[in-house]
Structure formats: structure tokens, C-alpha cells
């Protein structure tokens, strides 16, 4: 039971028990199929978020798998990565609640009450409005708003599937603020290869998506603004509503469609909540017609989502002309590359 | 105004607070030695703050030297409190803030003091009983309630389970206090109730259905919020209860009519009795929406936003003296509330009743300990505790020749 809820006190008290250091571990040869596995776990989410989740029979394997977690939590902090991180604690939690979800309720409530969750169970699942907060802290969809749910004194109440959502999202806030862990040179010499191996997946993601070309779109002549809203959104980091409004727009406005901003967005770990489908949907107007236009300058300013404008900027009013402007000038820089404006500034 | 009298005013007010801190009036916040202290002084200029004081004598002392006008502390606990930047003080938590200021009371510039007062009184107590432990489920000992000193008040949160929540989470408990955000799908919406079939086609028939009034959250308030609309409305002489009713969609004069007819014949009570349990045939179904954003109005609390979610604002230390008003931050629990007149029970006893002279540049008409004042221009000989209020007003200068009534406190 404990390997596959590797993350409860018990489980880390277990292997304390053992009395081995993770040095050791690391070295011994009959822990050579935690470490693949722990490998295997962190590569995975990184490239698709799905743990597998195989049935734990037999004790070794059980055994294998309790320490493939503080082992791949261990390559993780060696390469100390924000967006892997992120990835990790996502698929983590993913693959906790796809586990839970075949749990009876006793024991769902036993395993939140062991994560420290104030909850309770008569009927519905019923969780500390104050714990929903937190755990709910990454989900900004209006069903997951406060104000939206059955609260009663103090509690919220909730369905199974919605109180396995909460705790998925309480386990990912965790997973997130306790990496990375402290490292040691041994550890980090231990894990050299992957590190290395990991660090390369890494920047490949990242050339990708930053690439010149998006079909005909390119990234290099978007305003500061709209450059660092991509950023974040791909960084999987919460962009703020009118942020995400503000960049949906832009683009859809420079001529991408539903389609192409939606692939975008779907290379974002927790995609599901950061932009709904439904908001882009909204925004590029399949859902009403209405096409909306990007905000002005003194818009983005006054949401705090104008990054500080560069020399281009104060030729312009509007993101939209910046692009343009910028796009026209690149056009000719092809010829003359030392008209192209400074970005070196940023 | 001369900047001499301006002067002997300030030395005035200032004294007479030291001698108020010479009475060790404060209560101090719990965990006070974790917590930034602010001030401002009588000369004006910035907030004092990124102070931390570990000992309740070292606050006094300090307080007393200086005489300030305003004395704050952080909501928020520190690792140390009294260095010099947010990043290096370490946040450990927060208290969670409500303030309501009279501000928020729509109307509230005509009601004159007294007035908003009152009126922010009833927003305070609605915000307790129905929200924060009506559906938020604090208890009355994790909650401090006080008298700001001027125009609203504050509660403390002290439960510890809200001590770690961020801006964001506080922000959505604003939002459900302040009814923003709200699914109105969730309160209220068209559903099938019948078949019909006319010469082979079938017709569905839709009602308007709101949630019943004992259901938990904002779908159960958004009911109740509408049953009391309606109660009010049935108050109202037929005349503004009919025009009140046509401000409904899909709600002409005649249907209004119809519908007040209704209203009257079914009775509150009986008005009530179907409301609570969902149903609203009695009005067209396109006037569903209009009803539900009238009870979601009706139910909604009020608070300032940016007080709660920011978790390292300042707030008004209670037993302090609010240097606007030289009231004092009184510290009230639910029940004190219910009978608490600022205008006689925030003016600390200290104050004499004693007459003296201020100078009133205009006509000033105001209350204060169960008296009407009614001030000409010019010279005025008044009780000392309303003196104190105009010169911190700014409405009043103490008149030459009493500055030397007050005894400098120690500097
Ligand atoms: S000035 Fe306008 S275009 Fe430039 S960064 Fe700010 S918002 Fe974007």
C-alpha cells in the first residue's frame, strides 16, 4: 500500500528505517530497478504528463517503487529546472489521484487527513473552505471559484470526483514547494547522465516552441508584453485573466486560428485550467462571432502587464502596431541587419 | 489659518494623546513581537514603519516619546519584523482583514455622520452573521471586531487555518462575500416541465426554477436574497411597488399589476413559502434573470477588497487614537457591537467635558455624546472631547491664548 502513496509520512518513515542513505541506494546493485524507474519517471513527465500506474504484486516490486520516488525526486532537484518541476509535481499528482480514485471513501479521507487536509466525510466529501483555497490555488476556472460552491459552515462540500480533483491540486502545491531538495556533489555525480540528458530534452522543448516560425507568425516581432505573456504561459507559470485575454487576442488578431493557439496552449502542463479551451474558443470567436481585438498600451499598463516599454514601444499606441512596425522593418533587415531594433535591451 | 495657532493646536492634540498612552489603552495584537509596526506623526511626513517591538514596555515607551497620530501594525507575522525590506523580514502568515468603511454604502455622502455610521453598523453585522460565521464557520473567539476610529470597521481573523493563504485565496473570499463571480446558472434557471402535444408536435414547456432557500452557498443566499426583495416590495405603496417591479425584464405595466395582485393576495407569508421552495410561476419566465440579479443584490455583503487580500498591510493598533477624529480604536465583540455608538463610546474618557475655546472658521452642526452642537463661524466655547474632535478634523483651531492650558507631554 505504501508504494503507491509514496509521498505519505509513512512511507518515507518506512525507508528511514531501512537505515540506508540514498548514496547507498544509488550504488547498490539490487536498486538498479528503482533507479530506472525513478528515470523513467521524470522523462515521462516531461514529455507527456501520463505516469503509467502498473499493479504492484510482488514485494519487490513493491519495494522498487517506494524508493523510485525520493529517487526521482532526487533527479529532479539535480537539475533544478522551474518548468520540470512543474511538469513533475503535475504528473505526480495526476498519477496519485488516478490511484486514489480506486480507493474506497475511508480511505481517501484517511489518506487526506494524513496530507494534512481538514476534511471530512457525511454523504459528500466536505473540505475546510480555507484548504480548498489552497489546494485550488492553480485551478482558475469559475467551478472552482468559492463563491460557486456549497459552502456551510466553513465547509465546502464536494463530490468524490470533485474532492479527488482538490486533492490532487493540494498534493501538486506540495510537490512544488518542496522541490527542488538540497543535492549533494555524490548525488549529483550519481546522476550525471541523465542530468545531462534531461538538460538537453529540456532546451529542445524550449527552441521548439520559441522557434522564429509559427507557420507565418514570429515570436521575435512580438512587443516585450506579448513576448513574456507567451513565455509565462509556456513556463506554465498562472497568467493572470486579463493576461491571458490580452494574449489570445494578440495572436488571433496577427492571424493565428482556434487551431494553432490551441496547440500552443496544449503544450502547457496544466493546460486544462490555465486557458480553457472555452476561452479561446470565446476570444477568437467561435462561440459568438465576435472577434475581439487585443487591448491597447494604455490598457496593458494599467493591468500590469506591460513589461516596460522598449524603444519601438514608444513609437506606438497599441501591441498590434508594434508587431506590424516590427515585422515591416525585419522585412528590410534582411538587407540591412543593422537597422534591426535593439533587443538586447531586454 | 496661522501657522502659530496651527502649532499650539498640534501641541495641543499631542499632548493630550501622550497623557491617553500614559493609561496603557492598547490591546495588543497576539504574536505582537512577530509584527511590523507604522506610524504617523502630528508633523505629518511618511509612515514610520518597518519597526518591530519585542516587548509590549519598549511599544509603550516608544509611543509615548512620539505621541503620534495613527499607530499601525502589520497584519501579517515576521521573522523579523523589523528589517528594513518585505523580502528580508520573511512573511510567515497573516491574519485575515475585513474593512468596512462607510465609503462603500451607496448614498452614503448624504446620510451626515451619524447616519453612515449607523448604516456601515448594519453592513458590519451583516458581514458577521451571515457571512463570516454564517457560511465561512468562525467562531466568535477567532474574530476581532473594532471600531476604526473614523467612518467603518475592522475584523480580525485570528483562526490560524487562514494565516497561510495568499492574496489570491483572500481575494475569492472577497468575491463571495461581495457576490462576485457568482454562476447564475447555479441560482437559477429555465428547466422542462411539461410536454404538450398539439396535432403531433410536441411542445416543451419551460419554468424558471430557483434553488431552495436551505441550500448551502450563494444558491441558497440568492433565494433568500429574493424572498426578502419581495418582502420589502410588498412594504412599498402600490405605486413605487409596481414601478419597482417593471425595472424586471419582460415585465410590462399590466404584468406587474398582475403580479403585485398576486404578491398582495398570497401575503408574506405566503410569498415566502413558495419562494424558499423554488418556485416563481408567478412571474414570466424571461424575468427569471432580472429576479435572480435582484436577490444576488439584495444578498450580497460588502468589503474592501484590496484590505484583504494584501497580506502585509498596516492596520489601526486597537486602543489607539485615530488622529482624524481623536476617537479611540475600540475593540468590540459581537454583542458589544449591537448597542456601540461610536459618537459617545469611541471618546475616551479622558477627555474633559470642561469648555474650551476653538476657533471655527464655518458653521459646523454635529453630534457627539448624546448632544447636538450647533456651531456659529468664529469663536466657540465647547467641551473639550468635541474640541478635540474638530482640531483633528482640521474644522477647528484652538483659540489664542489656550495653548498654555495644555501641559507638554514628555518630548
Ligand atoms: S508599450 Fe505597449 S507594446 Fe510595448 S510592451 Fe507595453 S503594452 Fe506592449
Known amino acids: ?346 | 489659518m496661522g501657522e502659530e495657532k496651527r502649532e499650539a493646536t498640534l501641541r495641543y492634540l499631542r499632548s493630550k494623546f501622550a497623557q491617553y498612552y500614559q493609561t496603557r489603552p492598547l490591546h495588543l495584537p497576539p504574536r505582537f513581537g512577530r509584527r511590523e509596526f507604522g506610524f504617523i506623526l502630528f508633523e505629518g511626513g511618511f509612515v514610520l514603519r518597518h519597526l518591530g517591538f519585542p516587548k509590549e514596555a519598549t511599544l509603550y515607551r516608544y509611543i509615548r516619546s512620539k505621541s503620534p497620530a495613527h499607530v499601525y501594525h502589520s497584519a501579517a507575522y515576521y521573522e523579523t519584523p523589523g528589517a528594513p525590506t518585505m523580502a528580508e523580514k520573511g512573511w510567515m502568515g497573516a491574519d485575515l482583514i475585513f474593512d468596512l468603511d462607510a465609503d462603500h454604502i451607496p448614498g452614503w455622502q448624504k446620510m451626515g455622520y451619524p447616519g453612515m455610521l449607523e448604516a456601515v453598523k448594519g453592513q458590519v453585522i451583516r458581514l458577521i452573521d451571515d457571512f463570516l460565521v454564517g457560511d465561512l464557520g468562525f467562531r466568535e473567539d477567532d474574530l476581532r471586531i473594532a471600531f476604526s476610529g473614523a467612518r467603518g470597521y475592522h475584523i480580525h481573523i485570528r483562526d490560524p487555518r487562514v494565516f497561510t493563504l495568499e492574496s489570491h485565496e483572500r481575494r475569492e473570499i472577497v468575491d463571495y462575500i461581495t457576490g462576485t463571480g457568482l454562476d447564475l446558472q447555479l441560482v437559477g434557471r429555465r428547466e422542462p416541465f411539461e410536454e404538450r402535444t398539439f396535432g403531433g408536435q410536441t411542445r416543451t414547456l419551460k419554468r424558471f426554477r430557483i434553488p431552495m432557500a436551505s441550500d448551502p452557498g450563494w444558491r441558497g443566499r440568492t433565494t433568500r436574497g429574493i424572498s426578502q426583495w419581495l418582502e420589502t416590495l410588498s412594504e412599498l405603496p402600490e405605486e413605487q411597488a409596481i414601478e419597482a417591479l417593471r425595472q424586471l425584464e419582460g415585465v410590462g405595466p399590466k404584468r406587474a399589476q398582475k403580479i403585485y395582485g398576486t404578491l398582495q393576495r398570497l401575503g408574506t407569508d405566503g410569498t415566502r413559502a413558495r419562494v424558499e421552495t423554488g418556485h416563481l410561476e408567478f412571474f414570466p419566465p424571461g424575468s427569471g434573470a432580472s429576479l435572480v440579479a435582484q436577490g444576488v443584490e439584495y444578498a450580497k455583503g460588502a468589503t474592501d477588497e484590496p484590505v484583504s487580500s494584501d497580506t502585509k498591510r498596516l492596520i489601526r493598533l486597537m486602543g489607539s487614537l485615530h488622529g482624524k477624529t481623536g476617537f479611540s480604536v475600540v475593540p468590540l465583540t459581537r454583542e458589544e457591537l449591537d448597542a456601540f455608538d461610536p459618537l459617545t463610546d469611541a471618546v475616551p474618557a479622558l477627555y474633559e467635558h470642561e469648555k474650551i475655546r476653538v476657533e471655527t472658521p464655518q458653521a459646523i452642526v454635529t453630534d457627539m455624546m448624546g448632544e447636538t452642537f450647533n456651531l456659529e463661524p468664529g469663536q466657540n466655547s465647547v467641551p473639550e472631547y468635541l474640541a478635540i474632535f474638530l482640531m483633528c478634523r482640521g474644522m477647528a483651531t484652538l483659540a489664542s491664548g489656550m495653548a498654555g492650558d495644555a501641559t507638554e507631554g514628555p518630548t
Open chain 1, 1 to 346: 500500500m505504501l508504494a503507491m502513496y509514496p509521498f505519505l509520512a509513512e512511507a518515507s518513515r518506512y525507508i528511514r528505517d531501512q537505515g540506508l542513505s540514498l548514496e547507498e541506494v544509488l550504488d547498490h546493485r539490487a536498486f538498479q530497478g528503482a533507479r530506472n524507474w525513478a528515470r523513467e519517471r521524470v522523462f515521462t513527465s516531461l514529455e507527456t504528463g501520463d505516469l503509467p500506474n502498473p499493479p504492484l504484486s510482488r514485494s519487490a516490486e513493491c519495494l522498487e517503487a517506494l524508493y523510485a520516488y525520493p529517487l526521482a525526486r532526487i533527479l529532479v532537484s539535480c537539475v533544478g529546472d522551474g518548468f520540470l518541476v512543474r511538469r513533475f509535481a503535475l504528473a505526480e499528482a495526476d498519477l496519485a489521484r488516478r490511484r486514489l480514485s480506486r480507493e474506497s471513501d475511508d480511505f481517501l479521507l484517511a489518506a487526506s487527513h494524513a496530507l494534512g487536509l481538514d476534511a471530512l466525510r457525511d454523504g459528500a466529501f466536505r473540505l475546510h473552505f480555507s484548504d480548498f483555497l489552497r489546494a485550488t490555488r492553480q485551478l482558475r476556472g469559475k467551478e472552482w471559484k468559492l463563491i460557486n460552491q456549497p459552502v456551510r459552515e466553513g465547509f465546502v462540500l464536494l463530490s468524490r470526483d470533485r474532492f479527488l480533483r482538490v486533492v490532487e491540486g493540494h498534493l501538486r502545491n506540495r510537490f512544488e514547494a518542496e522541490l527542488p531538495l538540497e543535492v549533494n556533489p555524490t548525488l549529483l555525480r550519481a546522476f550525471e547522465e541523465e542530468v545531462i540528458e534531461l538538460h538537453t530534452a529540456l532546451r529542445d522543448r524550449r527552441s521548439r516552441l520559441q522557434g522564429e516560425d509559427l507557420g507565418t507568425i514570429r515570436v521575435t516581432n512580438f512587443p516585450p508584453c506579448m513576448e513574456k505573456l507567451l513565455a509565462t504561459v509556456l513556463a506554465s507559470e498562472n497568467v493572470s485573466h486579463p493576461g491571458r485575454f490580452a494574449l489570445v487576442s494578440f495572436m488571433n488578431n496577427i492571424g493565428l486560428g482556434f487551431d494553432e493557439i490551441y496547440q500552443i496552449f496544449a503544450s502547457v502542463p496544466d493546460f486544462r485550467e490555465s486557458v480553457t479551451r472555452y476561452q479561446i474558443e470565446h476570444i477568437t470567436g467561435q462561440i459568438s462571432g465576435t472577434v475581439y481585438t487585443a487591448p491597447e498600451c494604455s490598457t496593458m499598463k494599467s493591468y500590469g502587464i506591460c513589461p516596460g516599454p522598449d524603444r519601438l514601444c514608444e513609437t506606438i499606441t497599441h501591441p498590434l502596431s508594434y508587431y506590424r512596425k516590427k515585422t515591416r522593418m525585419s522585412g528590410t533587415a534582411k538587407k540591412a541587419p543593422a537597422d534591426r531594433p535593439a533587443k538586447a535591451a531586454s
